[in-house]
């Protein structure tokens, strides 16, 4: 299943954006899905988590910002993404977890006035 994010683009300070991530295959056998981001000079972490039974997890940083959901019916995982600070620019990859290691391109989000 190849992977591919889009949705990002220039945002304001407190704007949102809605990130996808199509999957060319089925995502129903799939447990974990997740969105990572890198920032500039920074390394890739891990924003927040979608499992199979539909539970999440997210990294403190976005908690009560950002919602992770999962439409599979639609092979999509989605990342909506409120309150939006500058600290959130990065590029926004999706990827199963733990990830593969083959990444796709990303969607770059900068939150900038």
């Known amino acids: 299943v190849q992977l591919q994010a889009s949705g990002g683009g220039l945002v304001q300070p407190g704007g949102s954006l809605r990130l996808s991530c199509a999957a060319s295959?089925?995502?129903?056998?799939?447990?974990?899905m997740g969105w990572y981001r890198q920032a500039p000079g920074k390394q890739r972490e891990l924003v927040a988590v979608i499992y199979s039974d539909g539970s999440t997890w997210a990294v403190d940083s976005v908690k009560g910002r950002f919602a992770i959901s999962r439409d599979n019916a639609k092979n999509t995982v989605y990342l909506q993404m409120n309150s939006l600070k500058p600290d959130d620019t990065a590029v926004y990859y999706c990827?199963?977890?733990?990830?593969?290691?083959?990444w796709g391109q990303g969607t770059l989000v900068t939150v900038s006035s």
């Open positions: 295959g089925s995502i129903v056998s799939i447990n974990g």
């Open positions: 990827n199963l977890v733990p990830a593969r290691p083959s």
